[in-house]
């Protein structure tokens, strides 16, 4: 039985906690693990989870060793001027990959995910909850047109971090942010399906 109110050992405690939320979120997906199961799985209260985490979205994001929280990070991209989201996007995403300690989590999960069913699951899941669902809701845009921003950015890391192709590795963060932030604002305007692109960026586009 879930014990009330909190335990000796508060650093003990939390990384239980974290125990007991990698194991419900790789077998139940992040739709699936609640925080309650959580809780009980710890043999704690729920609410000294939201003592801990605040969310079930920052406890997810602290077991994967995530350096950020989307929380506070989707925040930070939305806010400014509307014809500057697609360059504060990849400077934004470019930041998080660029110190190996922040870099290391994300590269197991792409690994992870490409491999393993239950983990991409789960990632589907936190994504479109986190990340894509409060985008387009944001932008007022179809969610697979921020899909089509995430499959940009990720591509884009897998082949510079993890395949390691010599063009991008070697590429400035400027070169990069001039090559990606104008197809992240195509994607994130409303309407912007009825402009064309520069030519020199419609390569990368999916049709939507």
Excluded: C
């Excluded at 690994?111 to 069913?117: C, I, K, L, M």
Aim: proline content about 6%; aromatic content about 6%.
């Amino acid at each position: 039985m879930a014990q009330a109110g909190r335990r000796p050992g508060q650093t003990e405690t939390r990384e239980e906690i974290l125990d007991a939320a990698r194991r419900r979120f790789a077998e139940q997906g992040y739709d699936g693990a609640t925080v309650r199961a959580i809780a009980a799985d710890a043999g704690v209260n729920a609410a000294l989870l939201h003592h801990f985490f605040g969310t079930k979205q920052r406890l997810f994001a602290a077991s994967m060793n995530l350096p950020v929280d989307p929380g506070e990070l989707v925040p930070r991209i939305l806010e400014g001027p509307e014809e500057e989201i697609g360059e504060r996007l990849v400077r934004a995403f470019l930041g998080l990959w660029q110190a190996p300690d922040g870099r290391a989590p994300f590269l197991a999960m792409i690994r992870s995910a490409t491999t393993n069913e239950q983990v991409a699951t789960m990632m589907r899941q936190f994504l479109e909850r986190a990340v894509l669902a409060r985008v387009a809701e944001a932008r007022g845009v179809p969610k697979v047109r921020v899909a089509g921003v995430a499959a940009q950015m990720i591509g884009f890391a897998l082949l510079r971090y993890v395949i390691g192709l010599p063009p991008l590795v070697n590429a400035s963060e400027e070169e990069i942010v001039a090559m990606l932030a104008p197809v992240a604002q195509y994607y994130l305007t409303p309407g912007a399906e009825k402009v064309r692109l520069p030519m020199h960026h419609q390569g990368g586009l999916a049709r939507h």
